[in-house]
Every structure is written in C-alpha cells, then in structure tokens.
C-alpha cells in the first residue's frame, strides 16, 4: 500500500503562485511515475504533469512554461510549482502514483483562481 497526502493548495489572484506538495509514504519501489491530476467542476479530471522516478517529465499544454513539476526521490515527495495561475486552473488538483500496477491517488487539495 501507499498513501498519498498533498497539501498547498488554496485561493489565489490570477497571475498568482501556488506550490503544492505530495508525500508518498508506505512500500514503494525505486521505479515509479508520480503525476498531478486536476478536476475541474462538471469536468473530467485531466493529466496536468507527470515525472518517472528518473526525472523523466510530462505537461499538458496548458501549463507549459508556466508550472513546474519536481520530486524529492529521497523524502519520496513530489512538487507542482504552479506560476502565472489562470482561472482556468481553478479545481481539485489530485497526486497519483504508479508503479508495477499498482495505482493510488491522493484525497486532493483545492485550488482556486480568482480573476
């Protein structure tokens, strides 16, 4: 098993910053993708940006150049550094785990955008 929490999220200015945080905890294996999922109201939830346990990264086009996905392989913790922030980003941002079938999520945390 593995348990997923994220914290940071919360309510900001359009063209704002937020960082968020998810700590994996539990048996986890070297080989794994992390990924931040996002869910917007009346919407699908949607890949926002994913990184290998290598460092190997992923973005929606959405937020190219303006958010920033890292992780800590040591803490087992993984980061979204979120810039210049749109109403449009405004959701229920998710951390997902994966590795050898198995997959997790985390319980999320709020982000909203004002204009």
């Known amino acids: 098993q593995v348990q997923l929490v994220e914290s940071g999220g919360g309510l900001v200015q359009a063209g704002g910053s937020l960082r968020l945080s998810c700590a994996a905890s539990?048996?986890?294996?070297?080989?794994?993708?992390m990924a931040w999922y996002r869910q917007a109201p009346g919407k699908q939830r949607e890949l926002v940006a994913s990184?290998?346990?290598?460092?190997?990264?992923n973005y929606a086009d959405s937020v190219k150049g303006r958010f920033t996905i890292s992780r800590d392989n040591a803490k087992n913790t993984m980061y979204l550094q979120m810039n210049s922030l749109k109403p449009e980003d405004t959701g229920v941002y998710y951390c997902?785990?994966?590795?050898?079938?198995?997959?997790?999520w985390g319980q999320g945390t709020q982000v909203t955008v004002s204009s």
């Open positions: 997902n785990f994966v590795d050898y079938g198995r997959e997790y």
């Open positions: 539990g048996t986890i294996f070297r080989a794994n993708t």
């Open positions: 990184i290998t346990t290598f460092g190997r990264t």
